[in-house]
């Protein structure tokens, strides 16, 4: 049975940083591709960041490029997104997801597994 459980969500002032955690279990970690996902109150579901399953190609959304990193560390099974200079917008649930395509797959259809979300909430 495959699970994954985000944790790092939290209330924090506009500018601050946050670091999420994703912990997987019952998948051979390292074949998967993962992914951070955002879904914020009335709007779609939306790609952040994803990491291929070796660590070495990552992706990132225009909005968040450049502020979020995207890390992986296969001995832990667990899959990191460092957020900084956190902006009111990026409010949302973040869900991470796991996945069998490339890293560059951004449509959330296309990840297998999904964590239940965290909470991030920016206040201005």
């Known amino acids: 049975q495959v699970q994954l459980v985000e944790s790092g969500g939290a209330l924090v002032q506009s500018g601050g940083s946050l670091r999420l955690s994703c912990a997987a279990s019952g998948l051979t970690f390292s074949l998967y591709t993962m992914a951070w996902f955002r879904q914020a109150p009335g709007k779609e579901r939306e790609f952040v960041s994803s990491i291929s399953g070796s660590g070495g190609s990552t992706l990132y959304a225009d909005s968040v490029k450049g502020r979020f990193s995207i890390s992986r560390d296969n001995a832990k099974n667990t899959v990191y997104l460092e957020m900084s200079s956190l902006k009111p917008e990026d409010t949302a649930v973040y869900s991470c997801?796991?996945?069998?395509?490339?890293?560059?797959?951004?449509?959330?259809?296309?990840?297998?597994?999904w964590g239940q979300g965290t909470q991030v909430t920016v206040s201005s």
């Open positions: 997801a796991a996945g069998v395509r490339p890293s560059t797959e951004t449509q959330y259809r296309s990840y297998r597994y």
